[in-house]
């Protein structure tokens, strides 16, 4: 069993989503470490959950910290090969000293990203995650995303219908999608209704 694109499952906060995860093949796991977020995971959560998981890589997601402080967190992280960060300039002295890198844009911004950038981008084999928190595209919107999928890879999350999530990675020629973790109703207990309808549909069939 295997999907049909690439797939990076966002905010894992709990054991039941990442082992689901993990037997559905996603691709990488991310964890948030900014403590200043709701759903920041300390090291020792981290441990718990990672340690029971085999197959998908591990990511660190980060959105206020400067690259010292980024490498300071991560040496409690064992494990972690992702980074994830909004800041270009961060995230590549972060690939410089050996991290696959995630730049993530929002979707409204993509029109101000200049070639030079997307030049920086391409060079230091980042990939792109682009997210929007509508539920629908504009054919506009639609068009920029071609337009820098076809430069760099690029991940497409945010708000989509689970339609928008299973038929744009082909159609706009994406690397794949980013999708969200959510919260365990009690301990063990989890509903996987969303998630699990966009896996179970990018499924490859033996």
């Known amino acids: 069993m295997a999907l049909k694109t690439f797939v990076k499952v966002s905010g894992i906060t709990n054991l039941s989503d990442a082992r689901y995860c993990a037997g559905m093949?996603?691709?990488v796991l991310g964890f948030n470490l900014d403590k200043t977020?709701?759903?920041y995971v300390d090291p020792t959560v981290y441990s718990e959950i990672t340690g029971w998981v085999s197959g998908p890589e591990f990511l660190g997601e980060f959105s206020s910290l400067n690259t010292e402080e980024i490498i300071e967190t991560i040496k409690s992280y064992e494990g972690l090969e992702w980074v994830e960060h909004?800041?270009?300039?961060?995230?590549i002295e972060l690939v410089e000293?050996?991290?696959k890198g995630i730049l993530k844009i929002r979707l409204d911004?993509?029109?101000?990203?200049?070639a030079s950038l997307v030049h920086e981008i391409k060079?230091?084999?980042?990939?792109?995650?682009?997210f929007s928190e509508k539920e629908s595209l504009s054919e506009k919107e639609v068009t920029a995303i071609q337009n820098i999928a076809s430069q760099v890879p690029t991940l497409l999350g945010g708000s989509l219908t689970t339609e928008q999530f299973i038929s744009l990675p082909e159609r706009l020629k994406l690397k794949g999608i980013s999708l969200e973790g959510g919260e365990e109703i009690k301990p063990g207990l989890k509903d996987f209704d969303e998630l699990a309808e966009i896996l179970e549909s990018l499924e490859i069939e033996d």
């Open 25 to 27: 093949q996603v691709d």
């Open 37 to 39: 977020s709701a759903k």
């Open 86 to 91: 909004a800041d270009v300039a961060t995230l």
């Open 97 to 99: 000293k050996g991290y």
């Open 109 to 114: 911004e993509l029109s101000h990203i200049e």
């Open 123 to 130: 060079n230091h084999e980042v990939v792109v995650h682009l």
